[in-house]
């Protein structure tokens, strides 16, 4: 099959499309020709050689992909040769076919064709994950996420709303800033112009965020210690800004704040199709009725699978990019 191939290393590393054997599938898995898959962040530091696949996962990579099922495993049931799927990988998606854990799985919605389903489960997955199973976002209450524009913070926006949670984001520039307030954010915050803390502090009268889901790290620690609200979760997803940061442990204890840190592509294939399970049966029917949809900023085949990396590495994008295997 063709395949993305990673050549030369670190900072000089650069796609191409190349060619890989086929995978087979084992028996929970399915094998879907892939008619899409997305760019994440992780995938820049995969190909830069800083997040190298998991043991046992393909070394290609893709966090998830849309396509066709061409064949299923002997203890595959409820998908079948044909279904339109949706799947969360852990590696493998930049490919023409890829195997996924059955319980990875998902039917791709009518409303949604299969390049819009391609950026469907990594983002939305890890904002259920982070935002409803392990920080418990509250009903009505206020959830602060980074990266406004990006794809988690996309699909944050949608999820939040659909819950009846507040949401505010932070963003770098008012074109940013606009478009998640179209999308339905309450609060988009310029960090080039403002302060997050302050800004928070006074749209919550004075109480502060419930729950922070954090890209960024060691800067803006101190001023989610300072917008959280008593009680309040902050849980990191990334480190963009980097890793180490002092803690003001009297600030945690005084709040009674819970601090997670978090990564879904290591978990296992028990825990994502638990994952995948809590989701459909929380936001299934937001699902199908076309209220959650992935924003797709652009879609490029993937022989332009670097392009598409760099355009991602400069943050021009808002939403996901795409990058399509078949038409
Ligand atoms: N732990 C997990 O399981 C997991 C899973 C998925 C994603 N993630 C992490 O989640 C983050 C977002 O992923 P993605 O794929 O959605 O990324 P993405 O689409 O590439 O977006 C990253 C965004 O971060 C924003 N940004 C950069 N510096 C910022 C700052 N100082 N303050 C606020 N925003 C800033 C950029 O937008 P601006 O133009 O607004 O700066 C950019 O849009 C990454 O760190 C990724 O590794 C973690």
Redesign the pocket.
């Known amino acids: 099959m063709r395949a993305i191939e990673v050549q030369g290393k670190g900072k000089e590393a650069t796609l191409v499309l190349g060619a890989a054997p086929d995978p087979v599938p084992g028996p929970n898995e399915v094998l879907i020709e892939v008619a899409a898959t997305a760019?994440?962040?992780?995938?820049?530091?995969q190909r830069r050689g800083l997040y190298p696949a998991p043991p046992g996962a393909s070394p290609i990579i893709g966090?998830e992909c849309a396509g066709v099922i061409a064949a299923c495993g002997s203890k595959v049931s409820g998908f079948a040769r044909g279904d339109r799927v949706m799947a969360l990988l852990a590696g493998g998606g930049y490919a023409e076919l890829a195997c996924a854990d059955a319980g990875s799985v998902m039917h791709v919605p009518a409303h949604l064709d299969l390049t819009q389903a391609a950026a469907f489960p990594?983002?939305y997955l890890?904002c259920f994950?982070?935002l409803f199973q392990l920080a418990a976002v509250p009903q009505g209450g206020w959830a602060l996420v980074?990266?406004?524009?990006?794809?988690?913070?996309?699909?944050a926006i949608a999820l939040l709303r659909e819950a009846g949670v507040r949401v505010a984001v932070?963003?770098?520039?008012r074109d940013?800033v606009d478009r998640c307030l179209q999308l339905g954010a309450d609060l988009a915050i310029n960090?080039r112009e403002q302060e997050f803390p302050a800004v928070l502090r006074e749209a919550t009268g004075g109480e502060g965020v419930d729950v922070v889901l954090d890209?960024?790290g060691a800067?803006?620690l101190a001023g989610h210690l300072e917008c959280l609200r008593i009680g309040g979760r902050l849980v990191?997803?990334?480190?963009?800004?980097g890793a180490e940061a002092p803690l003001a442990l009297g600030t945690v204890l005084r709040k009674r704040l819970t601090l997670i840190g978090?990564?879904?592509?290591a978990r296992s294939v028990a825990e994502k199709a638990e994952l995948v399970r809590g989701f459909l049966a929380r936001f299934g029917k937001a699902l199908d009725a076309g209220r959650l949809a992935p924003i797709i900023d652009r879609s490029l085949p993937l022989a332009r699978a670097q392009e598409a990396h760099e355009l991602?590495?400069r943050?021009?994008?808002?939403?996901?990019?795409v990058l399509t295997v078949r038409e």
């Open positions: 760019v994440n962040r992780a995938d820049l530091m966090l990594e983002t890890t994950l982070n980074h990266g406004g524009g990006s794809g988690i913070g996309t699909s932070t963003c770098g520039s940013k960090y890209s960024i800067p803006y990191w997803i990334g480190l963009m800004g978090s990564t879904l592509r991602v590495d943050s021009d994008h808002f939403g996901k990019v």
